[in-house]
């Protein structure tokens, strides 16, 4: 793509996230602050993420209608995730509707798996990273931050792929027309006093694009290894659950137990440092992991264990010094 391409890109953008935030104030699409909410007020404009979906939408069409399957499932779950910000859904028809676009999302890319219980797991894991992605949408500037380091190391990788093994879809369009629609996002939603969140169907659809990204890079180095490009995310969801089971709470309310909601509300730390933080604690993991995808599995094994390990670590000992502390 040349530099005129970006410009339109970034123009069409622009204006759709303008229009969107000038049509929620009209109808009062705001922020219902809850349990797990870092803000106060209503204020705050709610799904301004709806701009990831209409990137993916603009790279649909210039790539010439390629992922179908895929295109269907994240339009599904954007959909879906937009009512829910409207009003509440129950969770059988957000949860149900994830695994039907999971499930084509595997379609689109071939990883299809040929036993049903491997069906079944890889149905199950998808939309887990899809939840884990929208449970950490909490505080400004995180989803903005880590989602422009997902996606960055994604277009960077595909970039370096011969296309018909990486795929046009992925490596021609969808990337580059994310990266562009979340800097834009990032203007309106990184800063002190947040103009709008991303709201589900932001959080949801970006993780669906991501997962998107990643699948072939799993499937052509024969290696998991590209999971850990978001192991800050993984690591902090999986032990907040652990954590909560512990306590004996319904994991499905909302909270604040999270690390990160933590450093906001326990540590008093500004919600832009902590954002900053976890991309760039991503941003560096990312670095190790593209030169090791050719490692053999022993050394990549290991260095998943001392990434994860390190993580865990950090996560336990910052969260009982923090939850000790007094605000």
């Given at each position: 793509?040349?530099?005129?391409?970006?410009?339109?890109?970034?123009?069409?953008?622009?204006?759709?996230?303008?229009?969107?935030?000038?049509?929620?104030?009209?109808?009062?699409?705001?922020?219902?602050?809850?349990?797990?909410?870092?803000?106060?007020?209503?204020?705050?404009?709610?799904?301004?993420?709806?701009?990831?979906?209409?990137?993916?939408?603009?790279?649909?069409?210039?790539?010439?209608?390629?992922?179908?399957?895929?295109?269907?499932?994240?339009?599904?779950?954007?959909?879906?995730?937009?009512?829910?910000?409207?009003?509440?859904?129950?969770?059988?028809?957000?949860?149900?509707i994830q695994f039907v676009a999971v499930g084509l999302l595997l379609r689109q890319t071939g990883v299809f798996p040929d036993?049903?219980?491997?069906?079944?797991?890889?149905?199950?894991?998808?939309?887990?990273?899809?939840?884990?992605?929208?449970?950490?949408?909490?505080?400004?500037?995180?989803?903005?931050?880590?989602?422009?380091?997902?996606?960055?190391?994604?277009?960077?990788?595909?970039?370096?792929?011969?296309?018909?093994?990486?795929?046009?879809?992925?490596?021609?369009?969808?990337?580059?027309?994310?990266?562009?629609?979340?800097?834009?996002?990032?203007?309106?939603?990184?800063?002190?006093?947040?103009?709008?969140?991303?709201?589900?169907?932001?959080?949801?659809?970006?993780?669906?694009?991501?997962?998107?990204?990643?699948?072939?890079?799993?499937?052509?180095?024969?290696?998991?290894?590209?999971?850990?490009?978001?192991?800050?995310?993984?690591?902090?969801?999986?032990?907040?659950?652990?954590?909560?089971?512990?306590?004996?709470?319904?994991?499905?309310?909302?909270?604040?137990?999270?690390?990160?909601?933590?450093?906001?509300?326990?540590?008093?730390?500004?919600?832009?440092?902590?954002?900053?933080?976890?991309?760039?604690?991503?941003?560096?993991?990312?670095?190790?992991?593209?030169?090791?995808?050719?490692?053999?599995?022993?050394?990549?094994?290991?260095?998943?264990?001392?990434?994860?390990?390190?993580?865990?670590?950090?996560?336990?000992?910052?969260?009982?010094?923090?939850?000790?502390?007094?605000?």
């Amino acid at each position: 793509m040349n530099l005129m391409v970006y410009l339109l890109l970034t123009t069409a953008l622009l204006a759709a996230e303008l229009l969107y935030l000038r049509v929620a104030r009209y109808y009062s699409i705001v922020d219902k602050p809850n349990e797990r909410s870092s803000h106060t007020g209503l204020t705050t404009i709610r799904g301004g993420g709806m701009l990831f979906w209409v990137a993916a939408l603009g790279a649909f069409f210039y790539s010439g209608f390629v992922y179908p399957y895929f295109f269907l499932g994240l339009s599904l779950v954007a959909a879906v995730s937009f009512f829910d910000d409207l009003r509440p859904l129950p969770n059988r028809y957000r949860i149900g509707i994830q695994f039907v676009a999971v499930g084509l999302l595997l379609r689109q890319t071939g990883v299809f798996p040929d036993t049903v219980w491997m069906m079944g797991l890889s149905l199950i894991i998808g939309v887990g990273i899809l939840n884990a992605y929208n449970f950490m949408d909490g505080i400004n500037g995180i989803t903005a931050f880590y989602s422009l380091v997902a996606v960055g190391t994604l277009w960077y990788w595909h970039g370096q792929q011969p296309i018909d093994s990486a795929g046009l879809a992925i490596s021609g369009a969808l990337l580059p027309f994310t990266f562009v629609a979340l800097l834009i996002f990032s203007y309106f939603n990184a800063r002190r006093q947040a103009v709008c969140f991303a709201g589900d169907v932001g959080s949801v659809s970006v993780a669906c694009i991501i997962l998107y990204a990643l699948l072939p890079m799993i499937r052509q180095g024969e290696t998991y290894l590209p999971v850990l490009f978001l192991a800050v995310y993984g690591v902090d969801s999986i032990l907040t659950i652990i954590h909560r089971l512990a306590l004996g709470q319904n994991i499905f309310q909302a909270h604040r137990l999270h690390l990160f909601q933590l450093l906001v509300h326990k540590g008093r730390w500004p919600h832009l440092r902590v954002s900053a933080v976890y991309g760039l604690v991503q941003l560096v993991i990312n670095g190790l992991i593209l030169p090791a995808l050719t490692w053999s599995a022993g050394a990549q094994a290991a260095l998943a264990g001392a990434i994860l390990g390190s993580l865990a670590v950090t996560y336990v000992i910052l969260k009982r010094r923090l939850m000790h502390s007094r605000v």
